[in-house]
Nanobody
Framework: QVQLVESGGGLVQAGGSLRLSCVAS????????MGWYRQAPGKQRELVAD???????NYADSVKGRFTISQDNAKNTVYLQMNSLKPEDTAVYYC?????????????WGRGTQVTVSS
């Protein structure tokens, strides 16, 4: 069984920074893509950023230049460094991974971590 566990959310003032972490635990798995999504109240969940196992990254236009996604493959961990935060970044942030187990690939989600940016 694979689990994704996020940490690092919290309350911050506009212009501040937060760093989110997501650890994938379990055994016998491989990771092809890990990413961060967010969902604000009344809105659909949206992709924030993702990173492939080879290091290729992808960002939503709204966070380009402010957020940085990175990974530590040895620790099965992905990070999201969020700088210059804005009130509109307020949301629950979810970690998502495309996890390979044997010949199959599954999508796993964490439970989410709240990020609140005050103006």
């Amino acid at each position: 069984q694979v689990q994704l566990v996020e940490s690092g959310g919290g309350l911050v003032q506009a212009g501040g920074s937060l760093r989110l972490s997501c650890v994938a635990s379990g055994s016998g798995f491989s990771i092809s893509v890990m990413g961060w999504y967010r969902q604000a109240p009344g809105k659909q969940r949206e992709l924030v950023a993702d990173v492939r196992s080879g290091g290729t990254t992808n960002y939503a236009d709204s966070v380009k230049g402010r957020f940085t996604i990175s990974q530590d493959n040895a620790k099965n961990t992905v990070y999201l460094q969020m700088n210059s935060l804005k009130p509109e970044d307020t949301a629950v942030y979810y970690c998502q991974g495309n996890i390979g187990i044997g010949p199959y690939t599954y999508s796993y989600w964490g439970r989410g971590t709240q990020v609140t940016v005050s103006s």
